[in-house]
């Protein structure tokens, strides 16, 4: 017996500007996530799959349009695995940005977070603990991070530190 088992591509983007992470709340009808809070991001295009650097910076300019003139560094971060209905593969990126001027999109509200005010959102739990695992992590090393099946996270390592 073969299974086919569908495998999904996302690009996430946690931007600092000042003190704080600009944040969407998802939208309640929302097809993923409905009324959670993510960083922004979505699907990487068929074209994008071995570039997922060209499907962040797509995304953040469709979803703020913010274009690469406003972003002051953007890294990989994670690679974060879990399984749901299919698995999903989400490349979590974090940057700085210049300014707190953006524009509204469809899928959800844009909102500049303070970083306490963070904790108290309703995230993903992989999601969230990416974020959690980022803002007691200053380095430069990439991790995966996979959401098993008892909805535990575990992150290695998987490039030490390197140059930006």
């Given at each position: ?53 060209a499907a962040v910076l797509r995304e953040i300019y469709e979803e703020t ?100």
């Amino acid at each position: 017996m073969v299974i086919i088992m569908l495998i999904n591509y996302f690009v996430t983007a946690f931007l600092r500007y000042k003190d704080t992470f600009l944040l969407q709340k998802r939208s309640e009808d929302a097809k993923i996530a409905s009324g959670m809070w993510y960083g922004v991001g979505g699907h990487v295009e068929d074209n994008e799959y071995q570039t997922p650097n060209a499907a962040v910076l797509r995304e953040i300019y469709e979803e703020t349009g913010l274009d690469s003139s406003f972003i002051d560094s953007i890294s990989l971060k994670y690679v974060a695995l879990n399984y749901e209905d299919s698995i999903y593969i989400n490349y979590i990126y974090f940057g700085t940005i210049d300014t707190d001027k953006v524009i509204a999109n469809d899928e959800g509200e844009l909102f500049f977070v303070e970083i306490d005010e963070i904790k108290l959102k309703r995230f993903h739990p992989l999601i969230k603990a990416c974020l959690e695992h980022r803002l007691n992590d200053n380095s430069n090393a990439i991790y995966s991070a996979v959401l098993d099946a008892n909805g535990n996270v575990k992150f290695v390592e998987i490039r030490g530190e390197i140059d930006e």
